[in-house]
């Protein structure tokens, strides 16, 4: 089973900064099948990012995720006001399915 | 636009078996997979398995000994049961359709499922 670590655990920012999570995985991700799904509370996990770097539809352009094997990035440029939220990375590129445990983004 | 509804008892006893069933509108059953999904305060998001509509499954190894996905093509509908459940078990319990390279593009809403006496 891979298993994915995300940091930081908590992120705190101001609306119109930058923000840079990571995502760690035990064993490389194969075909770069890794996904970032953004969280609301009390609402179902919404995909951003699929297969390391296309957006979902939808979703803004500030939103953008990179890397390659083991260590993976989901970049937000400016912060708005709605982005923050519990942002969770995933490897579906073998199985069993994996999560990170979340990052938490939250206003400075 | 494809939607997806969880539907089953929220409260179940211990030893019992949790049974839910998802409800697809909008979209084919096809060439996707139909998963669920968990999520506890403790444990984050934890994948269980997911149906093909030809019926063939794959399932979490941490569950498999307690897991059925079944999927009724004709119904738009695929059904979960986990078995000799126990407080462990209580969490938001999520359907979502899987695609080989976009990941789990949709979601239901989610269903808080506990387990007691």
């Known amino acids: 089973e891979i298993v994915l670590t995300q940091s930081p655990g908590t992120l705190s920012l101001s609306p119109g900064e930058g923000a840079t999570l990571s995502c760690r995985a035990s064993?490389?991700?194969?075909?770069?099948?890794l996904a970032w799904y953004q969280q609301k509370p009390g609402q179902a996990p919404r995909l951003l990012i699929y297969?390391?770097?296309s957006r979902a539809t939808g979703v803004p352009d500030r939103f953008s995720g990179g890397g390659s094997g083991t260590d993976f990035t989901l970049t937000i440029s400016r912060l708005e006001p709605e982005d923050f939220a519990m942002y969770s990375c995933?490897?579906?590129?073998?199985?069993?399915?994996?999560f990170g445990q979340g990052t938490k983004l939250d206003i400075k | 636009q494809v939607q997806l509804q969880e539907s089953g008892p929220g409260l179940v006893k211990p030893s019992e078996t949790l049974s839910l069933t998802c409800t697809v509108s909008?979209?084919?059953?096809?060439?996707?997979?139909w998963n669920w999904i968990r999520q506890t305060p403790g444990k984050g998001l934890e994948w269980i398995g997911y149906?093909?509509?030809?019926?063939?499954?794959a399932y979490n190894p941490a569950l498999k000994s307690r897991v059925t996905i079944s999927v009724d093509t004709s119904e738009s509908q695929f059904s979960l049961k986990l078995s000799s459940v126990t407080a462990a078990d209580t969490a938001v319990y999520y359907c979502?359709?899987?695609?080989?390279?976009?990941?789990?593009?949709?979601w239901g809403p989610g269903t808080m499922v506990t387990v007691s006496s």
């Open positions: 979502a359709r899987g695609q080989t390279v976009r990941a789990f593009e949709f």
């Open positions: 909008g979209g084919p059953l096809s060439v996707y997979t």
């Open positions: 149906v093909y509509p030809s019926g063939v499954t």
């Open positions: 064993q490389s991700v194969s075909g770069g099948l």
């Open positions: 297969n390391t770097g």
């Open positions: 995933q490897q579906y590129g073998s199985s069993p399915h994996t």
